[in-house]
């Protein structure tokens, strides 16, 4: 029976690898579209939803990893040399998961520092597009008040 979970547990690792390795692709992509020039956020906000997927995807393996494991958790542990093949084999499939989410980590981070810069950008785009309207506005106000004549009050005299 805990030949089967182990099983269960190595192709769960494995989906989750591919996983990862999805993620890290799509963050890949976020960082070539953050370092556009002109920032996509159609494609950025496209991405970051193709991640969310596959993220939902890799917590859904890890908290069956997580149930499988309690369950064959004494049996590995009382019966070590039993299982050491498919334990070693986990351990190496743990080994390749953690450097790609130690890959995805640093990855993300420097997304976040681009990203940052953009939205500094647009909202610096978007002050100066106000002060702009409002220069533009009192302009356009001072222009109406030349052209009327303010009320004025005559005496007359004769």
Request: aromatic content about 6%; hydrophobic content about 30%; charged content about 35%.
């Amino acid at each position: 029976m805990a030949t089967e979970y182990l099983k269960v547990m190595q192709d769960s690792l494995n989906k989750k690898e591919q996983l990862l390795k999805g993620i890290l692709e799509l963050s890949k992509e976020q960082r070539d579209i953050a370092e556009q020039n002109t920032m996509d956020w159609d494609a950025f906000d496209n991405n970051g939803e193709r991640k969310g997927e596959l993220i939902e995807a890799l917590l859904k393996l890890d908290e069956g990893f997580e149930h499988i494991y309690e369950r064959v958790r004494e049996e590995l542990t009382q019966n070590t040399s039993k299982y050491a093949t498919q334990i070693s084999a986990m351990k190496d499939s743990i080994r390749r998961v953690s450097e790609l989410g130690t890959q995805i980590e640093s990855l993300e981070q420097r997304n976040k520092v681009l990203i940052e810069k953009h939205f500094s950008e647009t909202k610096k785009e978007i002050k100066q597009s106000k002060v702009g309207m409002k220069a533009a506005m009192q302009y356009y106000q001072g222009m109406n008040k030349i052209n009327t004549v303010d009320p004025q009050l005559m005496d007359k005299k004769s």
